[in-house]
């Protein structure tokens, strides 16, 4: 069976695009499920990306990823900063877990600083804008492999 990643997106990322482009860029959430689509077809994978302003919806994905999905790609959005819950569901999932943010948190407030997904992510990737998620892709195309 084809192995299918989950690419979770938290709030606000429904506006990507449009939301704070100078910090954000102009793709758009849909640009960046055809990035991700190119990359899971080079490593013949299936790729599913959703987006939620709900935390409890966002678990929900967590958890059907532990029936069907192989690995999962989050960007938490601010949830990053704050969900022990989000966390909780992730420790839940047996498979590869990659953290991306499109901005540099780094560089940002320091309340961005911290993440609690960190804690579970097999790795991150931020500031890279939009192309962080293909990137993601590609390392859990090898990690799959
Ligand atoms: C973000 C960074 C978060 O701090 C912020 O709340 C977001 C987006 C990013 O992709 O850079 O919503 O996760």
């Not at 790729?47 to 709900?54: D, G, R, T, Y």
Request: proline content about 3%.
């Amino acid at each position: 069976m084809t192995k299918k990643i989950y690419i979770l997106n938290g709030p606000n990322l429904n506006l990507l695009g449009k939301r704070q482009p100078e910090i954000y860029g102009h793709d758009t959430l849909a640009d960046v499920e055809a990035s991700c689509r190119k990359v899971a077809d080079e490593f013949g994978l299936d790729c599913v990306l959703l987006q939620s302003n709900h935390e409890g919806a966002i678990i929900d994905w967590i958890h059907a990823a532990r029936e069907d999905g192989a690995g999962i790609v989050i960007n938490p959005g601010a949830f990053t900063h704050t969900s022990v819950a989000i966390l909780d569901a992730l420790n839940t999932f047996e498979g590869p877990v990659l953290e991306v943010h499109i901005s540099n948190v780094h560089k940002r407030e320091s309340f961005r600083h911290h993440s609690y997904v960190s804690l579970r992510a097999e790795g991150v990737i931020a500031g890279f804008g939009v192309e962080g998620y293909a990137l993601a892709m590609r390392r859990m195309g090898s990690l799959l492999g």
